[in-house]
Nanobody
Framework: QVQLVESGGGLVQAGGSLRLSCAAS????????MGWFRQAPGKEREFVAA????????KHADSVKGRFNISRDDAKNTVYLQMNSLKPEDTAVYYC????????????????????WGQGTQVTVSR
């Protein structure tokens, strides 16, 4: 069973930065793509960013391009989300997730393509 634990959320003023971390259990972390999603109250869970198992490729939602950056450290079984120039509309619970496919060829931006999820970490951006 894979466990994902997010940390690093909090309250920040608009224009500020936060770095989220997601620590994963298990010995096959490096073989799976990882993703970050977020969910604001009353809204659907939405894609934020994903990184391929080789870290050779990343994908970011248009709403966060140029502000957020996903990275991973396979030696630490951890994926990160660096968030800069935060806006009030970035306020949400942020979740990390593991891609379904072992050494998958593609990066996905849909909830259905991820099978294990963390419990989420709250990010609140004040005006």
């Amino acid at each position: 069973q894979v466990q994902l634990v997010e940390s690093g959320g909090g309250l920040v003023q608009a224009g500020g930065s936060l770095r989220l971390s997601c620590a994963a259990s298990g010995r096959t972390f490096g073989a799976y793509s990882m993703g970050w999603f977020r969910q604001a109250p009353g809204k659907e869970r939405e894609f934020v960013a994903a990184i391929k198992w080789s870290a050779a490729r990343t994908k970011h939602a248009d709403s966060v391009k140029g502000r957020f950056n996903i990275s991973r450290d396979d030696a630490k079984n951890t994926v990160y989300l660096q968030m800069n120039s935060l806006k009030p509309e970035d306020t949400a619970v942020y979740y990390c997730a593991r891609g379904r496919t072992y050494f998958g060829a593609s990066l996905y931006d849909t909830v259905a393509e991820y099978d294990y999820w963390g419990q989420g970490t709250q990010v609140t951006v004040s005006r």
